[in-house]
């Protein structure tokens, strides 16, 4: 099971953070990733990090987004900086066992879902 902290309204060119808490007591084997969703949109890849720490950007966030994991707490983050107004969507995180290298970026290679949290960024 992946919770995800709630979202949040912030205004463009500020930050937020959002992370996803896990069930498993082998989080340390998943290779997790965000995702975010707009209304009549596809769902979009955005951050993807392995089980072995190897990170992985969609392009539109490369340098103003960071994921991380705490394998202690059994959670990821997503460091959101310097927002922008079409970054405003549902956010997802996923979850899938992996290599130490894969971070992978496809929908269907993830069998676990949190719920989605919205993140609106006001202009």
């Known amino acids: 099971q992946l919770v995800e902290s709630a979202g949040g309204l912030v205004q463009a060119g500020g930050s937020l953070r959002l992370s996803c808490a896990a069930s498993?007591?082998?989080?340390?084997?998943?290779?997790m990733s965000w995702y975010r969703q707009c209304p009549g949109k596809q769902r979009e890849w955005v951050a993807a990090l392995s089980s072995g720490g190897v990170t992985n950007y969609a392009d539109s966030v490369k340098g103003r987004f960071a994921i991380s994991r705490d394998n202690a707490k059994n959670t990821v983050y997503l460091q959101m900086n310097s927002l922008k107004p079409e970054d405003t969507a549902v956010y997802s995180c996923a979850a899938e066992v992996g290599i130490s290298s894969w971070a992978g970026s496809c929908y269907y290679e993830y069998d676990y879902w949190g719920q989605g949290t919205q993140v609106t960024v006001s202009s």
């Open positions: 498993s007591s082998t989080f340390n084997s998943y290779a």
